[in-house]
Nanobody, 121 residues
Framework: QVQLVESGGGLVQAGDSLRLSCAASGRTFSRYAMGWFRQAPGKEREFVAAVTRFTWMYSDSVKGRFTISRDAAKNTVYLQMNSLKPEDTGVYYC????????????????WGQGTQVTVSS
């Protein structure tokens, strides 16, 4: 069982930066693929980024602006978000799965409660 707790969301202006954090419980953090997804009002939850010990992947909409990283010593995964745009607004969720990274939300059995990110124009 893995428990995930996100933090770091907020209200910012277009062009600003934010860093989201996701603290994970459990002693086997290093073997889990960690992902970030987001959901805007009225839209499906969509993939943002994912990381394992050796791989990273990003959606096309955030590539070059967002960076996902993990700190094994702290059991924490981060999402550094730069050059934020109004279309980045949504609830950001951290997710975990035992195995390789995936862009498919259905592949992740463990989810955090989400943190709101609002980008004003």
């Amino acid at each position: 069982q893995v428990q995930l707790v996100e933090s770091g969301g907020g209200l910012v202006q277009a062009g600003d930066s934010l860093r989201l954090s996701c603290a994970a419980s459990g002693r086997t953090f290093s073997r889990y693929a960690m992902g970030w997804f987001r959901q805007a009002p009225g839209k499906e939850r969509e993939f943002v980024a994912a990381v394992t010990r050796f791989t990273w992947m990003y959606s096309d909409s955030v590539k070059g602006r967002f960076t996902i990283s993990r700190d094994a010593a702290k059991n924490t995964v981060y999402l550094q978000m730069n050059s934020l745009k109004p279309e980045d607004t949504g609830v950001y969720y951290c997710a975990a799965r035992d195995g390789i990274a995936s862009r498919e939300k259905g592949q992740y059995p463990y989810w955090g409660q989400g943190t709101q990110v609002t980008v004003s124009s």
